[in-house]
């Protein structure tokens, strides 16, 4: 069974950073693209940043490019997301995920629907 748990939550203000982990167990970590979300009080949850199975390939929402920085390291199975310049509007419960398809050591998928273990979210709240 694949548990994916993720962690680095908290109160910041505005302009401050904040690196989330997030681990994962019961797949073979090295071949799985990863990705995050976040879901805003009252909103639907949205992609944040993608990361291919081998790490070169990143993607990431427009809204938190040159901020976030999404990582891994496949030795500790594990994949972060480092957010600087933090914004209340970033203020969000924040998943992560591991995809259900093999998408080569290159590639990776924005689409929530590819994605099939779940962490169960770290609450993130930024502050004006």
């Known amino acids: 069974q694949v548990q994916v748990v993720e962690s680095g939550g908290g109160l910041v203000q505005a302009g401050d950073s904040l690196r989330l982990s997030c681990a994962v167990s019961?797949?073979?970590?090295?071949?799985?693209?990863m990705g995050w979300f976040r879901q805003a009080p009252g909103k639907d949850r949205n992609f944040v940043a993608a990361?291919?199975?081998?790490?070169?390939?990143?993607y990431y929402t427009d809204s938190v490019k040159g901020r976030f920085t999404i990582s891994r390291d496949n030795h500790r199975n594990t994949v972060y997301l480092q957010m600087n310049s933090l914004k209340p509007e970033d203020t969000a419960v924040y998943y992560c995920?591991?995809?259900?398809?093999?998408?080569?050591?290159?590639?990776?998928?924005?689409?929530?629907?590819?994605?099939?273990?779940w962490g169960q979210g770290t609450q993130v709240t930024v502050s004006s």
């Open positions: 995920a591991a995809s259900g398809t093999y998408y080569g050591d290159n590639g990776y998928t924005t689409q929530q629907t590819m994605y099939d273990s």
């Open positions: 019961g797949r073979t970590f090295s071949t799985v693209a």
């Open positions: 990361i291919s199975a081998n790490g070169r390939s990143k």
